[in-house]
């Protein structure tokens, strides 16, 4: 939903600004329209406060189901918002209040849903399941696009060419309650992970004195501050591309190339669709070689790429700006691929959702997610087009310094956790081995629990008696 709601705002920025900012004088209006996308970032930090401590404390599935309710109510009501024709300028600020219930609820819905996928996922192929939660995102965000393109070729070949401003931008944003209400049936009926479940019952300290038990705000910082730096360092470089790609680029081509509304979303939603098939290959990829190497791929292709891509770019045709999309969404490819597996890794079980809503929104609310407010600010200051190009580049050196201090962990147990493997016989050759084996540290595990093995994963810890028919069948979790 959150990335549905992307998609929209971004293919729609120029649209809503005759909608919502008409009456602001020059290119006042644009700002108004993107300041109303980096205010929900501005709030994120917020509900990550507020929503990562309380998903360490009453479960991720409690917490994921509170988000994707206030996020899909936002979004609808976006779709009912009076017009500048009936309050003038004033008509923006109920849209920005509704962007700020969004935020807050997606404060807590990234790091949630990643801890949720990674606590479920297999240690030694954390990477190719984890990457399916962006998958998600981005197939969400190319129906976002998707939905403007239809709306508007249906709206303006029945209407004419003013159909959009007229009436037209409400309906993307409407299609969001019935989705909505199939996510919210959905979020209902998902399991706790075992992982939360295990820790629940564990004895470590829950004062604040242990930086694996349960911890507060204070603690987390206290405790896991460095960590958090590394977080908001590799954070930043992914998402100032990928909001570059998704959020900011629609409005770049129509104002800065001069290339129509439609025939942006045309050119981006192939090349999504294809990138969030290649996600997959890439999250196995780090299951073989690691989560570094492939941050380094990232790193190095966005500094490689970027210049040549906007440079491609202004010629103007839509081979020409397909192909640079797609140049900009190689590096986007590697970070997010390995997202949802790399950074819950770097948190214990016990406050884990906190640790990763902290990191993960200062980042996106900081650097990430006003990407498209700060490079439009920087062309206009400035007058070189390029700049978002260096924007990209210089959170992608940053992000390199951090990935050089992040400690690697694939094939790992996430750390607070018991290994989690996809067959009986996985976790028995874990327990014969469990002495020698150099990827396996039983001292953050909470060792003074057994659990019962649950359907779809198999905890090494709770292993009883070997069942041969599983032993041999094996079951394999389902991506979440």
């Given at each position: 939903?959150?990335?549905?709601?992307?998609?929209?705002?971004?293919?729609?920025?120029?649209t809503l600004t005759v909608v919502f900012?008409?009456?602001?004088?020059?290119?006042?209006?644009?700002?108004?329209?993107?300041?109303?996308?980096?205010?929900?970032?501005?709030?994120?930090?917020?509900?990550?406060?507020?929503?990562?401590?309380?998903?360490?404390?009453?479960?991720?599935?409690?917490?994921?189901?509170?988000?994707?309710?206030?996020?899909?109510?936002?979004?609808?009501?976006?779709?009912?918002?009076?017009?500048?024709?009936?309050?003038?300028?004033?008509?923006?600020?109920?849209?920005?209040?509704?962007?700020?219930?969004?935020?807050?609820?997606?404060?807590?819905?990234?790091?949630?849903?990643?801890?949720?996928?990674?606590?479920?996922?297999?240690?030694?192929?954390?990477?190719?399941?984890?990457?399916?939660?962006?998958?998600?995102?981005?197939?969400?965000?190319?129906?976002?696009?998707?939905?403007?393109?239809?709306?508007?070729?249906?709206?303006?070949?029945?209407?004419?060419?003013?159909?959009?401003?007229?009436?037209?931008?409400?309906?993307?944003?409407?299609?969001?309650?019935?989705?909505?209400?199939?996510?919210?049936?959905?979020?209902?009926?998902?399991?706790?992970?075992?992982?939360?479940?295990?820790?629940?019952?564990?004895?470590?300290?829950?004062?604040?004195?242990?930086?694996?038990?349960?911890?507060?705000?204070?603690?987390?910082?206290?405790?896991?501050?460095?960590?958090?730096?590394?977080?908001?360092?590799?954070?930043?470089?992914?998402?100032?591309?990928?909001?570059?790609?998704?959020?900011?680029?629609?409005?770049?081509?129509?104002?800065?190339v001069g290339v129509s509304n439609l025939?942006?979303?045309?050119?981006?939603?192939?090349?999504l669709i294809v990138m969030s098939a290649?996600?997959?290959?890439?999250?196995?990829?780090?299951?073989?070689?690691?989560?570094?190497?492939?941050?380094?791929?990232?790193?190095?292709?966005?500094?490689?790429?970027?210049?040549?891509?906007?440079?491609?770019?202004?010629?103007?045709?839509?081979?020409?700006?397909?192909?640079?999309?797609?140049?900009?969404?190689?590096?986007?490819?590697?970070?997010?691929?390995?997202?949802?597996?790399?950074?819950?890794?770097?948190?214990?079980?016990?406050?884990?959702?906190?640790?990763?809503?902290?990191?993960?929104?200062?980042?996106?609310?900081?650097?990430?997610?006003?990407?498209?407010?700060?490079?439009?600010?920087?062309?206009?200051?400035?007058?070189?087009?390029?700049?978002?190009?260096?924007?990209?580049?210089?959170?992608?050196?940053?992000?390199?310094?951090?990935?050089?201090?992040?400690?690697?962990?694939?094939?790992?147990?996430?750390?607070?956790?018991?290994?989690?493997?996809?067959?009986?016989?996985?976790?028995?050759?874990?327990?014969?081995?469990?002495?020698?084996?150099?990827?396996?540290?039983?001292?953050?595990?909470?060792?003074?629990?057994?659990?019962?093995?649950?359907?779809?994963?198999?905890?090494?810890?709770?292993?009883?008696?070997?069942?041969?028919?599983?032993?041999?069948?094996?079951?394999?979790?389902?991506?979440?």
């Open positions: 939903m959150e990335w549905f709601d992307f998609g929209i705002y971004g293919y729609l920025a120029v900012t008409s009456d602001a004088p020059g290119g006042l209006g644009l700002l108004l329209t993107l300041f109303g996308f980096a205010i929900s970032f501005l709030v994120r930090p917020l509900g990550g406060f507020i929503l990562g401590p309380l998903g360490d404390r009453i479960g991720r599935q409690r917490v994921l189901f509170l988000t994707m309710t206030m996020m899909a109510i936002a979004t609808g009501l976006i779709g009912l918002l009076p017009t500048s024709d009936l309050l003038g300028l004033w008509a923006i600020v109920p849209l920005y209040f509704l962007k700020m219930v969004q935020g807050f609820s997606t404060g807590g819905e990234y790091a949630g849903a990643t801890t949720y996928v990674s606590e479920f996922s297999p240690d030694r192929s954390r990477g190719y399941w984890s990457s399916f939660l962006d998958v998600g995102s981005y197939v969400g965000f190319a129906a976002g696009a998707s939905t403007v393109a239809l709306t508007t070729w249906i709206v303006e070949g029945i209407s004419g060419p003013d159909a959009m401003t007229d009436y037209g931008w409400r309906i993307p944003f409407l299609v969001a309650i019935p989705l909505g209400a199939v996510a919210i049936w959905f979020r209902l009926r998902i399991p706790e992970t075992p992982a939360f479940e295990a820790e629940e019952h564990d004895g470590r300290a829950a004062d604040g004195s242990d930086p694996l038990g349960r911890l507060g705000i204070l603690g987390i910082f206290r405790h896991h501050w460095r960590v958090i730096l590394i977080g908001i360092a590799l954070v930043s470089a992914t998402n100032t591309a990928g909001y570059a790609l998704t959020s900011y680029m629609p409005t770049y081509l129509e104002t800065e025939m942006a979303a045309v050119a981006t939603v192939p090349v290649c996600l997959p290959l890439i999250g196995k990829l780090s299951d073989r070689i690691g989560r570094k190497p492939v941050y380094g791929i990232a790193v190095v292709s966005t500094i490689v790429l970027m210049v040549p891509a906007f440079t491609i770019m202004q010629i103007g045709q839509e081979w020409a700006v397909m192909l640079a999309l797609a140049m900009v969404a190689i590096p986007v490819a590697f970070y997010v691929a390995i997202a949802a597996s790399a950074l819950p890794a770097l948190f214990p079980t016990a406050s884990r959702f906190g640790a990763m809503a902290i990191a993960y929104n200062l980042a996106v609310s900081l650097f990430g997610g006003t990407t498209p407010l700060f490079s439009q600010a920087l062309i206009d200051l400035t007058g070189n087009t390029y700049m978002p190009a260096f924007y990209i580049m210089f959170f992608a050196a940053l992000g390199g310094i951090a990935m050089l201090s992040m400690k690697e962990t694939a094939k790992r147990p996430l750390m607070g956790s018991f290994p989690t493997v996809e067959t009986r016989a996985e976790a028995k050759e874990l327990v014969a081995e469990q002495d020698e084996n150099e990827l396996l540290d039983t001292g953050t595990m909470p060792l003074d629990i057994i659990l019962p093995v649950k359907e779809g994963t198999t905890d090494a810890a709770s292993l009883g008696d070997a069942d041969p028919e599983a032993e041999a069948s094996g079951k394999h979790p389902e991506p979440v």
